[in-house]
Nanobody
Framework: QVQLVQSGGGLVQAGDSLRLSCVASGRTPSGSTFRGWSMGWFRQAPGKEREFVAAINWSGDTTDYADSVKGRFTVARDNTVRTVWLQMNSLKPEDTAVYSC??????????????WGQGTQVTVSS
């Protein structure tokens, strides 16, 4: 089965940077592996709904970002090590949330994901 294991996160000050990692393993029921998956990052702040942050297609040549993070966050992947990263720069207090990576066989334009990481807390103090 698909497993997504996240690392990174923590407590930082406004303006600082953080990098989140997500290492994938396993296969979907159809037999696909990491190199065939769209990968996304989502976040959920206390009392708010989960929101899309960023996504990257299977080959890494197409990315998508929420307007709130464009120019500050960068998503990247390396299929040889089955890892996707979210580099977060110029962090703001409003970026505070639990961040989760996600995987799916559908294209990033679907914004639909079947597989999820465990989530990691990012707290940005002012």
């Amino acid at each position: 089965q698909v497993q997504l294991v996240q690392s990174g996160g923590g407590l930082v000050q406004a303006g600082d940077s953080l990098r989140l990692s997500c290492v994938a393993s396993g296969r979907t029921p159809s037999g696909s592996t990491f190199r065939g998956w769209s990968m996304g990052w989502f976040r959920q702040a206390p009392g708010k709904e989960r929101e899309f942050v960023a996504a990257i297609n299977w080959s890494g040549d197409t990315t998508d970002y929420a307007d709130s993070v464009k120019g500050r966050f960068t998503v990247a992947r390396d299929n040889t090590v089955r890892t996707v990263w979210l580099q977060m720069n110029s962090l703001k207090p409003e970026d505070t949330a639990v961040y989760s990576c996600a995987a799916d066989e559908r294209p990033i334009t679907s914004y639909e994901y079947d597989y999820w990481g465990q989530g990691t807390q990012v707290t940005v103090s002012s």
